[in-house]
Structure formats: C-alpha cells, structure tokens
C-alpha cells in the first residue's frame, strides 16, 4: 500500500499522533538510523487528487508536524511524498539518511522562527513595467541597504538567543529563518520586542515551525549531493496528476 511520509527526528525518539492525511493514522518506525513518521494512504488518487482535497492535506500534514514539534524537532520532507510500500523507504532515504542525522545532530532541539519584511515603497512599486539599467541600479541599492539595516538590528538584538540566521528574498519581501533553542524561544520573542519599530517596514514574526531551512549545512561547509529522494521511486501526488 503506498504511504505518505511527513518527517524524521532523532531515533528511538517516537510521538503519538493519531490521525494524519486523509484522516489515515499515523505511524512512525526506524530507518536508516532515523525514526520516520508515515501514513498509509490506500487511494491517493481519492483524497489527493483535486486542488481542494490537496488543499486539506497539507493542512493535516502541517498538524502532523506541529504535534511532533511539540515533543521533539522533526525534520519534514517534502509534502506531498509518496513511496510504493513501507518496502521503499531505506531505498528512499539512502540518498539522504546522512544528511538528515547531520542535520540532527547539527539542530538538536532548536525550532525555526521566520520574519518576514515588506516595505511601502517595494508594495506600490509597479515591477511590471520596464525601467532603465540606472533605475533598476539605484532600486537595487536601495533595497539592499534596507534589508542590510533589518538583518543588523535583528541580529544585534537576539544575539544571545539565536543559534543562526539565514535569509531569502521574494519578489516583494525578504525573509529572516532564526534556529532557536527550545528553552530561549520566550527569550528570542521578547527581545525582538524590546527593539521597536523600524519605519517604514513592515515585519511579520511565524512559528515556531519545524528548522526546515536548516536542512542543508551553512555555506562553506560540506554539503550531500543532491541526487537524494527525488531521484529514487518515490513519487509526488504532482507527478502523478
């Protein structure tokens, strides 16, 4: 029967979650040296195979892994994973199994924080229309000297609650990922607060979430290639629609 993977913690380390995807149960077993947590899905076809059903679960996948988080740091896999049988899951994970311990272990019990940025001016900009090479220069330093005068204060003020930082930009926002200790989470938030508003920026704060952008190892350390999962058996509800 196919089944549905949702993440990896550290072995030995198993949560009770009762219902998952497509309201199927939720099972979790050793592999590899990771314990994996999975669900049998018998029609994947049926309760995945229409925007709204697919809608509904990635909702259920994300409760899946807020009711692990809560007990210990999983690590997700892409949604939606699908494997033949419980048979393809060492094959699956072989490509991975040592990036995903690394990762573990590099993590520990730290949960990810994001903050993400919008600012006025990049909001009523109209970045449909085409502008000179000077334009585009001057945006481009402008906006780089904003989101360099962000990433400062945030960093300056969570100093002594943030393991790590790492960025990415969107088309109209750019996005803080902070790696937070469990037992400095209250710490990390009140001292985000303590550093007041920035003009003319807007700041979201989510989570905590799973560290899922902290997968992968910090730039300039040795990385997994990267022909892991998606070049194996397994299959995506995407692929197969």
């Known amino acids: 029967m196919p089944i549905l993977l949702y993440c990896a913690t550290q072995f030995g380390s198993s949560v009770n979650v009762m219902a998952g995807v497509c309201d199927c149960a939720v099972r ?22 229409d925007a709204e059903s697919l809608k509904k679960a990635a909702l259920q996948f994300r ?26 899951l060492e094959q699956y ?6 990036l995903y311990r690394a990762a573990l272990a590099r993590i520990g019990d730290c949960v990810q924080y994001e903050i993400a940025a919008s600012w006025a001016t990049d909001e ?28 400062g204060k945030l960093k300056s003020v969570t100093t002594d609650s943030v393991r790590e930082w790492r960025g990415r930009q969107e088309r109209k926002t750019h996005c803080w990922f902070a790696l937070v200790s469990r037992d400095k989470r209250e710490q990390f938030v009140a001292s985000l607060r303590s550093a007041g508003p920035s003009e003319g920026v807007r700041l979201r ?4 979430w799973p560290p899922s952008e902290f997968i992968k190892p910090p730039s300039g350390q040795e990385s997994v290639k990267e022909d892991g999962p998606e070049s194996v058996i ?7 629609l």
């Open 28 to 49: 979790s077993q050793e592999s590899a040296g990771l314990w994996v947590y999975w669900s049998e899905i018998a029609n994947p076809e049926a309760c995945l195979g």
């Open 63 to 88: 409760q899946v892994l807020r009711e692990i988080l809560a007990v210990i740091t999983p690590l997700p896999f892409r949604f939606p994973t699908l494997l033949e049988t419980t048979d393809a």
């Open 93 to 98: 994970l072989a490509g991975e199994q040592e």
């Open 124 to 151: 009523q900009a109209d970045l449909a229309t085409p502008v000179s090479g000077r334009e585009y220069l001057k945006r481009r330093q402008e906006s780089t000297g904003r989101i360099a005068a962000v990433d």
């Open 205 to 208: 704060l989510s989570g905590p």
């Open 234 to 240: 397994a299959r995506t509800v995407a692929g197969r």
